[in-house]
């Protein structure tokens, strides 16, 4: 809730912003339109995450741009935004997001679903199963252990690719929906503080997801923007594409 | 091309449209934004039509507003808008549409697939198959089959719903782009004016995709906004959806 949390009213590739107006908290970091990240001329834009970003997208085809293989959330809006706003632009345009993943999960297909495919702009959207899968039992991890493998991620990332612009989510849980309770707090909001620390060090744009799904609480409940507490609905994944858009220009 | 056409240059509700300025055609017959559907608390938005709207819908459940439910194309781009913008006004969002279908097949499920459901906005997007049907020897149909038939449709529509709001959108094909050569015109035009003046007998708002894609490959080839002539890319999708909402406010 710092004066670096910008809210952009108008924003040139904003998605059903205008009527949202002050309720609305966007990526941070975004305190004029030159921190933004441009985007070019044969740029490369990945996606990569677990099954938020997945969102069921069809795995068996390596094709960019593909309607199939881009999910049914927020990537692929916000990739059709990205398509049609930038037509002219030679774009391509990847979601490598795999259901259930966490940190280790991209770690260990990160030179295939990533480097190779050498992009651009990176977005990441990493850390619920980290902790959901501690809570539940099958995964030995904690918030330290999260933040030591994902700098050693991005360390590899930028290594490899040093010109990289990174885009990082923050990890999101909406209370009272399904599986996620009271209980989830304060222990997930470790993972979230060690995400932006990381956004923060890596120079990455962050994306404050909670606190978007905070807000959209005031326009309907948490029900209606995710359908379990951690997966969104429709209306969920066109307000985090909304939100990730926000981030370019 | 008559100056019924206008071009809405800064709509509150058009996706990545800032960019794209003056090369889109949009919906007609909105020459004011008091001709634009207003979107009201509890409306019932049904999308009905062929592939293009079905777009690999989930087909085995009937509830609103499920992302699976609503497919990848325009119609699940313009659904999250709505969902997102109009979070608090309790939409009840459907797509109904079903590969293959000729304007006989959406009479023969509109009891179940349009009048039960009670849109109170009701977009139609249907015709392409209707011609290219018949010209692939599928289907006796011709140009006044199909206006008489929609016509029909439109009338049982009404008197079953008298209130319900209209769209309806130009049937489209994009040349030289895989199943669509030169020899589609200008028949299929004919199909394209009998749709035109029933959306002006009908007083629907008509969505001139036909001119819209043509306007768009001005910025990219027809390969990059359809797959094949007749089916949207993801870039094509979201220049569907974004004139699609221009149709409201």
């Known amino acids: 809730m710092s004066n670096r949390r910008v809210f952009l009213k108008q924003s040139a590739l904003s998605v059903g912003a205008t009527l949202i107006g002050s309720s609305l908290l966007r990526a941070e970091d975004l305190s004029s339109k030159n921190s933004k990240i441009t985007i070019n001329s044969n740029d490369i834009i990945l996606f990569q995450g677990d099954s938020i970003t997945d969102a069921g997208r069809k795995k068996d085809t390596s094709t960019p741009n593909d309607i199939a293989a881009m999910g049914r959330g927020y990537a692929m809006i916000?990739?059709?935004?990205?398509?049609?706003?930038?037509?002219?632009?030679?774009?391509?345009?990847?979601?490598?997001?795999?259901?259930?993943?966490?940190?280790?999960?991209?770690?260990?297909?990160?030179?295939?679903?990533?480097?190779?495919?050498?992009?651009?702009?990176?977005?990441?959207?990493?850390?619920?199963n980290d902790y959901?899968?501690?809570?539940n039992g099958k995964y030995e991890g904690?918030?330290?252990?999260?933040?030591?493998?994902?700098?050693?991620?991005?360390?590899?990332?930028?290594?490899?690719?040093?010109?990289?612009?990174?885009?990082?989510?923050?990890?999101?849980?909406?209370?009272?929906?399904?599986?996620?309770?009271?209980?989830?707090?304060?222990?997930?909001?470790?993972?979230?503080k060690v995400a932006r620390d990381i956004a923060k060090e890596y120079k990455a744009l962050f994306i404050p997801y909670q606190s978007i799904f905070d807000a959209a609480e005031k326009r309907n409940s948490g029900a209606y923007w995710t359908t379990d507490g951690v997966h969104t609905s429709l209306a969920g994944a066109n307000l985090m594409a909304e939100s990730w858009l926000e981030c370019v220009k």
């Open 142 to 192: 904690t918030a330290k252990i999260y933040g030591d493998q994902y700098r050693k991620l991005l360390d590899k990332t930028l290594t490899a690719l040093p010109q990289v612009k990174l885009i990082i989510g923050e990890p999101f849980a909406v209370k009272n929906v399904k599986h996620v309770d009271d209980s989830w707090f304060p222990e997930f909001a470790e993972y979230q």
């Open 78 to 128: 916000a990739a059709s935004v990205l398509l049609n706003k930038y037509a002219d632009k030679n774009l391509q345009i990847y979601n490598r997001g795999i259901s259930g993943h966490k940190v280790p999960q991209l770690d260990d297909r990160w030179q295939a679903d990533c480097l190779d495919i050498k992009p651009n702009i990176l977005s990441i959207l990493i850390g619920v």
């Open 132 to 135: 959901w899968h501690k809570r």
